[in-house]
């Protein structure tokens, strides 16, 4: 199947600084990725849904200044984490559609934030 | 509007048991798409199944089965001779399938599986 990596997997940040995640699908091009975040020991809450070459689109609740999402091109979406606080710590996990209507998304390996 | 019910959040067996997960579902379109995935530990997810609202043929694969019952709006995953391994959490999950774009997964609450040796 295709394949969608995240970097960092891992990433201690300090209070008040940045963290920008990045999301690539390797092998197909990305019409529409999604962004997810989980709390522990919880489900995966759908933040956000971008598309390349225009906004993204945010779930009620999440704040677009606070999360910012890139989708710059076919094959990468960024998601920035700004002014990272200690309750924006959490495992955020993107996926990607190949747009094909099959109901077909494949999935990062996740990347798990750590705000000090 | 879409929800995915686990009821289930937590089950214990012992090793060589039978287990069900439980995934009750809810939505307005008639194409969709309802999956089951494996989150271990580490966090990645793993892709188990992906099933279209116009297939209910059951499946399986290996130690693994699925009941698809449209009548009951039910996708229920099951363990044969469980072992320590399968120890993770299942989520079960639905898209619409309408948007030519791609459709988010709305994701049930998990079920945390506990396999004992």
């Known amino acids: 199947g295709a394949v969608v990596s995240q970097h960092p997997s891992r990433v201690i940040c300090k209070s008040g600084t940045s963290v920008k995640i990045e999301c690539r699908s390797l092998?197909?091009?990305?019409?529409?990725m999604f962004w997810y975040r989980q709390f522990p020991k919880q489900s995966l809450m759908l933040m956000a849904t971008s598309n390349e070459g225009s906004k993204a689109t945010y779930e009620q609740g999440v704040e677009k200044d606070k999360f910012l999402i890139n989708h710059a091109s076919l094959t990468l979406s960024t998601l920035t984490v700004t002014s990272a606080h200690p309750e924006d710590s959490s495992f955020y996990i993107c996926s990607a559609s190949q747009g094909a209507n099959t109901g077909e998304l494949f999935f990062g390996e996740g990347s798990r934030l750590t705000v000090l | 509007a879409q929800k995915v019910t686990q009821a289930q959040t937590e089950i214990s067996v012992v090793e060589k048991e039978d287990v069900t997960l439980d995934c009750v579902y809810e939505?307005?379109?008639?194409?969709?798409?309802l999956f089951w995935y494996k989150q271990p530990p580490s966090g990645e997810l793993v892709f188990l199944i992906r099933?279209?609202?116009?297939?209910?043929q059951n499946e399986i694969s290996g130690r693994y089965s699925w009941n698809f019952q449209k009548s009951t709006s039910s996708f229920n995953f099951t363990i044969t001779a469980s072992q320590v391994v399968d120890s993770a959490v299942y989520f079960c999950?639905?898209?619409?399938?309408?948007?030519?774009?791609?459709?988010?997964?709305?994701f049930g609450k998990g079920t945390t599986l506990s396999v004992s040796s």
């Open positions: 099933r279209n609202s116009f297939d209910e």
């Open positions: 999950a639905l898209s619409e399938g309408t948007n030519q774009a791609g459709t988010a997964l709305i």
């Open positions: 092998d197909f091009q990305a019409t529409t």
């Open positions: 939505t307005r379109d008639t194409t969709y798409y």
